[in-house]
C-alpha cells in the first residue's frame, strides 16, 4: 500500500550515493554488533551449562544452554516486522543507531545478571529475557545495514559494497572469539565465577563506541528519492504479502544457509570438547577464530565474482559445498585430530560457507523494490534465521544421549543446504538489473527507464 498510485515507478535515478562511507558504517557497526550477539554463543557452549542451569544435571543443562541460544532467533522474526517496518518508513539510518545500543545494553546486562547457585531458576529466566533483546536488535541490524549499502553502492559493484555487511558480522564473531580465547583458559573457579563476565561487560564501549560511528551517517539516495516522490509504503508488510510474498518466501528458504554457521559456531564446538571427544577448549576457539579470519578474504573475494558471473553461482557454491564439507568437518572432529580438524575447520567455514554468506545480502536485497527492501529483507531472513537458530537444539537431541552422532548432524545440516539451493536456483538473476529496477515487474521496469530517460533530457 502507497501514498502513490505507482509506487512501484521512481521518477527518476536516484542522486549519487556514498558507497565507501556507508561500507565503513556497515562493517565496523555490524562487527561491534555482532561480537555481542557471537560471544553469547561461546558462552551458551562453554559456560553457561554450569553457571546458569542445574550443575546436577549436566546433559539437562547443556541442552537447555543450547535452547537459550536458539531463543534469540525466535525473537528475531519479531524484531523484523517491527524494525522493518519503522526502517521503510522512517528510514536506514535511524534503525542502525537503535539496534546497535539495545544490542550493546542487553549484552552488559547479561554479564550483571546473578548465577544458579545465587538465585536458582530466576537466573536463567532473566537469561532469556536478555537473549531475546539481542535476537530484538539482531533482527534489524543486518537488514538496515545491507539497504544501506546496496543503497550507496554503484550499479555494478553492489555485490563488493554489499558484502561489507557479512564481513562485519565475521569480524565481530572473529572478535568474540578472540576475547574468550584468554577467558576460557582460565582455572574453572575463576572461568566460572567471574572470568566469563568480562566479555559480556565489555559491551558497554561496544555500544557507545556504535553509537558515536552511526550517528553520522546519511540517509541513503534512494531512500530519499522515495520519500521526496511520497512513495513511502504506508504498510509495508501489507504490501509484501500482496506484492512480494513469493520472493519472502524464498528469502526464508534460502536463510535457512545459516544452520551451517550455528552448527560450526555452537554445536561442533560442544561436540569437540565434550567426553566423547575430548579436544581442547582454547584449540577449538583458535580454530573458530581462523575460519572466521580467512572469511573476512574470502567473502568480498565471492562478491565481486558475483558482480561479474552473477549471484546465483556463487550462492549455489556456498550452498551445495558447504553440504558436503559438513560431513567432512564433522567427521575430523570425530577423528580427534586437532591439525584435521584444523584444515576442515578452515575449507568449511572461512572458504565455502563464505561463498553463500557474502552473496546473501545483494542477493536478497535485490529481490525487493526500495519500499519494502528493509522489510523483505528482514522479515525472510529472520523467518530463515530463526529455524537455523534452533537446529543447534535438535542437532543435541539428534546426537544422542552420548552426544557422539555426528553423521545424524551433518545429515541434518545438509538437507537444509539443499532447500537453500533450491530457492536460489529459482530465483532471478539480479546482479546486472539497475538499481532502480530491483524488484519491479517487467512492465514497472520498462516505465521506469523510460521516466530515466525522460528526466535526463
Avoid at 568480562?198 to 540517509?219: D, H, K, N, Q, W
Amino acid at each position: 500500500m502507497s501514498a502513490h498510485p505507482h509506487a512501484d515507478q521512481p521518477s527518476a535515478a536516484p542522486s549519487q550515493g556514498r558507497p565507501r562511507k556507508a561500507a565503513f558504517a556497515a562493517w565496523i557497526g555490524s562487527a561491534l554488533e555482532y561480537y555481542d550477539f557471537f560471544i553469547y554463543g561461546s558462552a551458551a557452549a562453554l559456560v553457561f551449562p554450569k553457571v546458569f542451569f542445574d550443575p546436577d544435571d549436566p546433559a539437562t543443562a547443556t541442552l537447555i544452554s543450547m535452547a537459550t541460544f536458539g531463543v534469540a532467533y525466535a525473537a528475531r522474526p519479531l524484531g523484523a516486522l517491527v524494525l522493518g517496518h519503522f526502517g521503510d518508513r522512517l528510514g536506514r539510518r535511524k534503525i542502525m543507531v537503535w539496534t546497535l545500543v539495545l544490542m550493546g545494553l542487553s549484552t552488559f546486562l547479561i554479564g550483571c545478571l546473578p548465577t544458579y547457585a545465587q538465585v536458582g531458576t530466576v537466573a536463567p529466566v532473566l537469561l532469556v529475557l536478555m537473549r531475546v533483546f539481542q535476537g530484538l536488535s539482531a533482527a534489524g541490524e543486518q537488514a538496515s545495514a545491507n539497504a544501506m549499502t546496496l543503497e550507496h553502492a554503484p550499479e555494478h559493484r553492489r555485490g563488493y559494497y554489499t558484502s561489507f555487511t557479512l564481513n562485519g558480522t565475521q569480524a565481530g564473531q572473529l572478535l568474540a572469539t578472540l576475547v574468550f580465547l584468554p577467558v576460557a583458559a582460565l582455572p574453572d573457579e575463576q572461568l566460572y565465577t567471574w572470568g566469563w563476565r568480562i566479555p559480556f561487560l565489555l559491551s558497554a564501549l561496544v555500544a557507545v563506541a556504535g553509537y558515536v560511528i552511526r550517528r553520522t551517517l546519511e540517509e541513503t539516495p534512494v531512500f530519499r528519492q522515495v520519500s521526496a516522490d511520497q512513495e513511502v509504503a504506508r504498510m509495508p508488510l501489507a504490501d509484501l504479502v500482496r506484492n512480494h510474498w513469493a520472493d519472502v518466501l524464498r528469502v526464508v528458504a534460502a536463510a535457512l544457509i545459516a544452520t551451517v554457521s550455528t552448527i560450526f559456531s555452537v554445536w561442533a564446538l560442544s561436540y569437540a570438547t565434550s567426553d566423547a571427544v575430548g579436544l581442547d577448549k582454547t584449540g577449538m576457539l583458535w580454530v573458530a577464530g581462523s575460519a572466521n579470519a580467512v572469511a573476512l578474504l574470502a567473502i568480498p573475494l565471492w562478491a565481486r565474482l558475483s558482480d561479474r558471473i552473477g549471484r546465483k553461482p556463487v550462492f549455489l557454491i556456498g550452498a551445495l559445498g558447504s553440504g558436503v564439507m559438513i560431513f567432512v568437518y564433522l567427521w575430523a572432529i570425530s577423528t580427534g585430530s586437532y591439525p584435521l580438524v584444523f584444515v576442515t575447520g578452515l575449507l568449511l567455514f572461512g572458504v565455502v560457507y563464505s561463498a553463500a554468506n557474502g552473496i546473501w545480502p545483494s542477493f536478497y536485497g535485490e529481490m525487493f523494490p526500495a519500499r519494502v527492501r528493509l522489510s523483505g529483507m528482514a522479515i525472510g531472513t529472520q523467518i530463515g534465521f530463526a529455524v537455523a537458530g534452533f537446529a543447534v537444539t535438535f542437532a543435541a537431541q539428534i546426537a544422542g544421549p552420548d552426544g557422539d552422532n555426528w553423521l545424524g548432524v551433518a545429515i541434518f545440516t545438509a538437507a537444509f543446504c539443499a532447500i537453500c539451493a533450491i530457492a536460489v536456483a529459482t530465483g532471478r538473476e539480479t546482479h546486472r538489473v539497475p538499481t532502480a529496477d530491483l524488484g519491479l515487474r517487467a512492465g514497472d521496469a520498462k516505465a521506469s527507464a523510460t521516466a530515466r530517460e525522460a528526466a535526463a533530457l
